[in-house]
Each structure stands twice: as structure tokens, then as C-alpha cells.
């Protein structure tokens, strides 16, 4: 019975310690090898978008992208509440902290160095490098920026034809 025990204990303490310290196995990647440096790191200067920063509070966001076509608030007893702003091209969802997520696929999305929605993947590496492949099972037409500083990532995602079709930037606040 002790063994079992120990077991238990020896295989909660594997999986609290890989949630914590490991990330998942990356997806397959659809992009090139030349584009993908599992140790990828961006400067803290470099993750904004659209002028859009992890932590702005709502009255900023509005001055920078203007009036939302809808925003709305959602409880949840299990996670913390927030407020969503929709524009046509852009969506932010602040908690208490401010911005916690900011994702955007308008022409006029972009970032420091100027990658755009519709940059190539070899503008994209030559402004911010190689970068980390997606996660998941299916086939990753991602790259992960991990920034420096914080427990915050930006993800470029790319069409088959490897181009820009959405920027996101977002905190684990968890």
C-alpha cells in the first residue's frame, strides 16, 4: 500500500512540475526550418501592437482605436471578469489589470519595425527573428515570441501562402 502511495505522490508532483516548468511538445510546423528557434525571445520593447500594450486601461485603448462597434463585460465565478472591445479589424479584452489580450488582422495591425498584416514570414524573421512553433495536434502555421520580462507572449499566425493574417499579444495573468 506505501508503494502505491508513493507512486501517487511521485506522479502528482510530475505533472505539477511539468505544468509549471515545461511547455507542451510544439505542433508540426508548416512553416520552414529557417523560421523556428525553440529559445526565441523578444525584447519588451517590441511587444506592442497597433500602439496597443499588455496593461493599458480601456480609456487609452479607446483614444488609440476610437470607439468600438461593441464591447461588452462577462462574469465568471472561475475566471476574472473582463470587458471585450470589438472594432472591425481588432479585439481587446481587458480584466482589472487592463489589456490582457489584443489580437488584430486589419491592414493597419502591426508592430514596431514595421511587420503588417500581409508582411512575408522572411520580413517577419528579419525584424523580430526566428521564432517558436505552435502548440497543439494539428499543423502550426504560427510563431510564438516569448517576451522577455513577463509571462507574455506574441504569436504571429500566417496563411499557407506565409503571410501575415493575424497578430495576437497576450498575458498568462494565471
Known sequence: MGSIRVAALCACLAVS????AQLPRPAPSALPQWAID????LR????T??????GMNESRVRSLLGHPDTSFAYESPVLDSARVLRYPTAEAVL?????????CWGRSCGLPGGIRI???LQ?????L????????????????YYVGGCDCWLEVRFTSSLRVDLITLESDNS
Do not use: E
Open 38 to 41: 525553440t529559445s526565441a525571445r
Open 95 to 103: 480584466n482589472a489589470a487592463g489589456v490582457q489580450t489584443f489580437r
Open 49 to 54: 501592437v497597433a500602439g496597443i500594450r499588455l
Open 123 to 127: 520580413a517577419v524573421v528579419a525584424s
Open 17 to 20: 512540475t511539468t505544468a509549471r
Open 118 to 120: 500581409g508582411s512575408s
Open 129 to 144: 527573428g526566428r521564432g517558436h512553433p505552435g502548440y497543439g495536434h494539428q499543423l502550426s502555421h504560427s510563431l510564438f
Open 44 to 47: 519588451p520593447a517590441l511587444a
